[in-house]
């Protein structure tokens, strides 16, 4: 063989032998990385477990590119304004906290926009009342008070807010809107609507209370100023309008609502509850202890329950007995209004004499499918009897306490006046 032949097969070989080590190192740093994208997955899945806060800004953040995140310390809630400026949820306790609010994912998922309602979640949202009877904004003009003519506005169910400013503790949104009434009356509205998440000194002065060292808590308070910007003042004629929060939590087999009122006789207080919204609540859904309303929570049976203003305290709650979280919504009661929009489904004789505070349990609708399931916290402004350019303004404020049943309890005895042992349903 020549000099020649031999120095090519040399040269051949070294180069076979570097592309070779090339080779390998790619495989190398393929297998690295995709070892390394595999670690980074299952660590991923293990971060974003389903029912955390980490969980559920995930997935938000995927359909909705507006969302405002307020955080102190491991304390944190997810504002959209996409959605009404509705507070979709919180933790008290980090992303690997557990996520308070309802979220209906597989309707946010599915980017689909349904007829009468749109039920995707959040856990504190802001409606207007009435919702039924002949100054309904829900009802078209002459139609039967059932669910098939049952439509919420599209600016409190599809439409956006706007965010007019922010901190790192608070944000404040705008919303001008048109809606009219069952009798065909107009009414011309601006809603501000400033949400802040509290500090620990806040929640704890709002609500005079202590907190163990073994409780973990959240608290968050939205002031709701509704304004009359048209031209006609709003009154018993032509209807009036109010101030409605909602908050969508969820349920479990063992969640109670609790709801104190004021004792007293019948016929100067009037009746203790009104539990006929969507018929009547079965007696072992509804229960009184002492001066407490106690009403199961679980999803499973679709029904609704009040508390007129002569009856009503400031507070409210659930206890999950499951997860051991105490939920406490504290709202604004003004002294000696009592004229308050009813929002029952049909033509009332007293329109102005509707409740103060509510609660739902969702369940199957006749027709068969079901909103949720989900339960609701609810609570309203007095009707807004508003000249052209007056305001009317309603605070809500939520708090979640997890921690053991006994610390908790020490809690629910002081703002509901009940203890968690006695919740039986």
């Not at 004021?262 to 100067?268: E, I, R, S």
């Not at 659930?318 to 029952?344: C, D, M, R, W």
Request: with cysteine.
């Amino acid at each position: 063989m020549s000099c020649k032949k031999m120095k090519d097969i040399k040269k051949i070989t070294i180069q076979n032998t570097v592309l070779l080590k090339l080779i390998s190192v790619v495989l190398m740093l393929v297998i690295n990385v995709d070892c390394k994208s595999k670690q980074e997955s299952k660590e991923d899945k293990i971060k974003l477990k389903k029912g955390t806060f980490a969980y559920d800004l995930d997935f938000l953040s995927q359909y909705y590119n507006d969302l405002v995140v307020l955080q102190d310390d491991k304390s944190s809630i997810i504002i959209s304004p996409a959605l009404q400026a509705r507070v979709m949820t919180s933790t008290a306790n980090g992303q690997e906290g557990q996520s308070f609010g309802w979220i209906n994912y597989d309707l946010i998922a599915s980017g689909e926009r349904l007829e009468h309602f749109n039920p995707l979640g959040g856990e504190e949202r802001l409606w207007l009342g009435p919702e039924g009877g002949q100054f309904s904004i829900y009802f078209k003009p002459g139609t039967p008070f059932e669910f098939n003519n049952w439509y919420v506005p599209k600016e409190l169910d599809s439409e956006s807010f706007t965010l007019l400013s922010r901190t790192t503790s608070s944000s404040h949104f705008e919303k001008r809107m048109n809606l009219v009434n069952y009798s065909g009356a107009n009414f011309d509205i601006k809603v501000d609507r400033t949400i802040s998440l509290l500090t620990p000194t806040q929640m704890l002065n709002a609500l005079r209370i202590t907190l163990p060292e073994s409780v973990k808590a959240v608290g968050f308070e939205t002031i709701n100023t509704l304004m009359n910007t048209g031209k006609n003042a709003w009154n018993k004629d032509s209807g009036m309008l109010s101030i409605w929060i909602l908050s969508m939590f969820n349920p479990s087999d063992r969640t109670t609502v609790i709801i104190p009122f004021k004792a007293g006789d019948t016929a100067k207080f009037g009746k203790i509850v009104t539990d006929d919204y969507f018929g009547k609540v079965p007696e072992d859904r509804l229960a009184l202890a002492d001066s407490v309303l106690l009403f199961k929570a679980d999803g499973q049976k679709r029904g609704k329950i009040g508390i007129s203003a002569l009856r009503a305290k400031p507070f409210m709650g659930s206890f999950n007995a499951v997860n051991k979280v105490l939920t406490i919504a504290h709202f604004s009661l003004p002294e000696g209004k009592t004229e308050y929009v009813n929002s029952q489904w049909a033509y009332q004789e007293n329109p102005f004499k509707g409740d103060v505070v509510n609660a739902y349990n969702d369940g199957p609708l006749e027709e068969g499918p079901q909103l949720g399931p989900f339960y609701e916290l609810e609570s309203s402004s007095p009707a807004a009897a508003l000249q052209p350019g007056e305001k009317l303004t309603h605070v809500h404020q939520t708090y979640h306490f997890e921690g053991d049943q006994k610390s908790l309890n020490g809690i629910a005895l002081q703002l509901l006046g009940v203890s968690l042992d006695n919740l039986k349903l």
